[in-house]
């Protein structure tokens, strides 16, 4: 993502800074204020059909922020622990244990 670009608010047509890639485009408020944002910005912060966002207003502007979902995180993120199949069993059968008691 850009830093802070100068230029025209669609809407208002004044001029403001926003913060972003320097993609303008329109979208749609719909039904139960459901937003669609154009395709290329969609594209553009990889964002997934389904995938959790961050809404922030900042300086007026709604800013859209993708939140990773975990389980990518997990899988992507640099492994800082190692454990073997055996000792993952019995932490499992102690942690099993403690909870029925």
Known sequence: MGGWLPGKDLFT???SKCQGSGLHGKGKVARKFALYPPKE???E???REGQ??????V???LVVKPIEDPLDLALKSKKWAKTS???FELES???QDELSR
């Open 93 to 95: 059968e102690r942690e």
């Open 59 to 61: 300086g007026g502007h």
């Open 13 to 15: 047509g004044r001029e």
């Open 85 to 87: 199949i055996k000792e």
């Open 45 to 47: 912060l990889g964002l």
């Open 41 to 43: 910005m969609v594209v």
């Open 52 to 57: 959790t966002v961050r809404y922030e207003v």
